[in-house]
């Protein structure tokens, strides 16, 4: 019988060991899954995920701005005299594409013509704003930003609290009744920084003097063209020799895409001004086509 203890005594000392080591690994899986012996659990809930980041933009690519007016509308913001070619009349409609480093994030386009009665300027730009941290604000909200900061240059009002953007994308309210014009963007800042500060209160009004004598007329916010826009009306000094010229820039945003119109009009008789009513109603029916073609 002492052989056969000695011999159990061996095996017991043997497998002990062994036995300790495993109980130790399932007591450590079992504290690192929380308990239940399921893994990844614990760390779930205890770690949390991130904020997936924002969808991209709804435009993905921009349409070729010099065939993006039609020819009828061409013609009547840009009528050609009779004695133009036919070679010249569609050199004159086919425009001049802007030099562009990247034709899907910035085009644009340029006509120009003179006639007896003025000299007549046509632009049209698109412009694609991609957010490089979608985590931080989405294609929309820069492109907000970029719009603000426009209207900001234009010298007029921000839009009212209830069309503000979320935190981060823009000013949160308009100017109060007699705050001054808003402030231009700080120094360096580019198209796609932050969104300009509230302006100061100066008793000054909120918006440029309108150059045509009637408020209606003059530079304004636009109700109702793409997400938002604002028409700004500008005069040129008067000279002895030279007429006033009227320039009318619409700019206007749609999603991530933000439009600009210009439209210039230099009578050749001095001390002739154009009729802002004429020129406005011109430049805003193309930006409205042209609004109609993003959202198609």
Request: glycine share 10%; charged share 20%; hydrophobic share 30%.
């Amino acid at each position: 019988m002492g052989d056969v203890e000695r011999t159990r005594t061996r095996v017991r000392r043997r497998f002990l060991p062994g036995i300790a080591v495993l109980t130790a690994l399932v007591a450590g899986a079992t504290a690192c899954t929380g308990g239940d012996g399921i893994g990844g659990i614990g760390d779930q809930k205890n770690g949390g995920s991130s904020a997936a980041p924002a969808q991209p933009g709804k435009y993905r690519s921009l349409p070729q701005p010099c065939k993006a007016v039609d020819g009828k509308r061409l013609r009547a913001l840009l009528p050609a005299t009779d004695s133009l070619t036919t070679e010249q009349r569609e050199q004159l409609y086919a425009g001049t594409a802007e030099p562009s480093y990247d034709a899907d994030r910035h085009v644009g386009c340029r006509w120009n013509t003179q006639t007896p009665e003025a000299a007549l300027l046509l632009s049209v730009t698109f412009e694609r704003v991609v957010s490089y941290d979608r985590a931080a604000a989405s294609d929309d909200d820069k492109a907000r930003q970029v719009y603000l900061r426009r209207l900001t240059d234009a010298h007029l009002s921000f839009p009212s609290p209830s069309a503000s953007p979320s935190p981060g994308s823009g000013p949160a309210s308009s100017p109060s009744p007699g705050s001054g014009p808003a402030s231009s963007p700080s120094p360096g800042s580019g198209p796609t920084g932050g969104a300009p500060q509230s302006p100061p209160a100066t008793g000054a009004p909120t918006s440029s003097p309108s150059p045509t004598g009637s408020p209606e007329l003059g530079s304004r916010v636009l109700e109702g063209l793409g997400s938002e826009g604002f028409l700004e009306d500008k005069l040129g000094a008067a000279g002895a020799t030279a007429a006033q010229a009227r320039t009318v820039r619409i700019v206007f945003r749609t999603s991530n895409v933000i439009v600009t119109v210009e439209y210039s009009v230099q009578p050749s008789a001095p001390g002739k001004v154009p009729p802002a009513a004429e020129t406005q109603d011109k430049t805003r029916q193309l930006a409205e086509a042209l609004a109609e073609r993003f959202s198609e």
